[in-house]
């Protein structure tokens, strides 16, 4: 299969199901991480283009450590709104991964960004085989299913399914290891984590934590299923 994660910013991903696109590309499936925006905000010491840069570049060291192509759809932090180019972005942006199953953002989520991501996600779909949206990228027949992963500190998320990412937990850590500049940046924000960067990953490691908990192994990552009439493979597990 193809498989496409779209996250909001570079990080969003590798925190929320990096465990499972390791497993996903271990088992020799093709893995795409895409961003909505490049995370040009997300820095107090650099400007918004060297910090884009510098993102950018982290994101694709870290899908590179599992095999995976990492694309930047190049839209700014926090400022990122619909219209008709942004749906025709993603259309293309799921034509050219020709994914069978897209992980992304809940759509109840603290960031607007994550949620605008999830929304757009969700709304073109199904329109990946219409021939009269021309795009870069010609049509492809497959709709995707969609998998939501959990919001930030997953404050009222209750997964329906759950991967094993055990064998894993050491690569997604490996993963998020890359985002140097957020572990900076998180330092500089949260006054609790005062100066810590080692904080940055506590989140991941606590919620891998609990999930495994819950599923009865060290550690998982939690998904929700988009559902719909046209979703396809409903008879068949495709998370890893």
Same mark, same amino acid.
Request: charged share 25%; hydrophobic share 40%.
């Given at each position: 299969?193809?498989?496409?994660?779209?996250?909001?910013?570079?990080?969003?991903?590798?925190?929320?199901?990096?465990?499972?696109?390791? +497993?996903?590309?271990?088992?020799?499936?093709?893995?795409?991480?895409?961003?909505?925006?490049?995370?040009?905000?997300?820095?107090?010491?650099?400007?918004?283009?060297?910090?884009?840069?510098?993102?950018?570049?982290?994101?694709? +060291?870290?899908?590179?450590?599992?095999?995976?192509?990492?694309?930047?759809?190049?839209?700014?932090?926090? !400022?990122?709104?619909?219209?008709?180019?942004?749906?025709?972005?993603?259309?293309?942006?799921?034509?050219?991964?020709?994914?069978?199953?897209?992980?992304?953002? *809940?759509?109840?989520?603290?960031?607007?960004?994550?949620?605008?991501?999830?929304?757009?996600? *969700?709304?073109?779909?199904?329109?990946?085989?219409?021939?009269?949206?021309?795009?870069?990228?010609?049509?492809?027949?497959?709709?995707?299913?969609?998998?939501?992963?959990?919001?930030?500190?997953?404050?009222?998320?209750?997964?329906?399914?759950?991967?094993?990412?055990?064998?894993?937990?050491?690569? +997604?850590?490996? !993963?998020?290891?890359? !985002?140097?500049?957020?572990?900076?940046? !998180?330092?500089?924000?949260?006054?609790?984590?005062?100066?810590?960067?080692?904080?940055?990953?506590?989140?991941?490691?606590?919620?891998?934590?609990?999930?495994?908990?819950?599923?009865?192994?060290?550690?998982?990552?939690?998904?929700?299923?988009?559902?719909?009439?046209?979703?396809?493979?409903?008879?068949?597990?495709?998370?890893?």
């Amino acid at each position: 299969m193809n498989v496409l994660a779209i996250g909001a910013h570079p990080d969003d991903v590798e925190n929320m199901c990096g465990g499972t696109l390791a +497993k996903y590309a271990s088992l020799g499936h093709k893995v795409f991480i895409a961003t909505a925006t490049n995370g040009n905000i997300g820095s107090a010491h650099h400007t918004m283009e060297e910090i884009a840069r510098i993102r950018k570049a982290e994101a694709a +060291k870290s899908a590179a450590i599992i095999g995976a192509e990492y694309i930047c759809l190049d839209y700014d932090d926090e !400022m990122f709104f619909e219209d008709r180019s942004v749906r025709m972005a993603f259309i293309n942006l799921i034509r050219h991964c020709k994914a069978d199953v897209i992980l992304t953002h *809940n759509p109840k989520d603290y960031n607007p960004d994550h949620e605008l991501t999830s929304k757009i996600v *969700n709304d073109v779909a199904v329109m990946i085989p219409i021939a009269h949206l021309k795009t870069e990228e010609p049509p492809c027949q497959t709709i995707p299913s969609i998998w939501y992963f959990e919001p930030s500190c997953g404050l009222g998320f209750v997964p329906t399914d759950y991967v094993d990412i055990t064998d894993f937990f050491e690569t +997604k850590m490996k !993963m998020l290891n890359c !985002m140097e500049s957020q572990k900076q940046w !998180m330092a500089d924000n949260y006054a609790s984590m005062e100066g810590d960067t080692s904080r940055f990953f506590r989140n991941s490691q606590l919620t891998s934590s609990y999930r495994g908990m819950q599923a009865g192994v060290k550690y998982a990552e939690g998904f929700v299923r988009a559902l719909d009439g046209h979703r396809t493979r409903f008879t068949e597990r495709v998370l890893p």
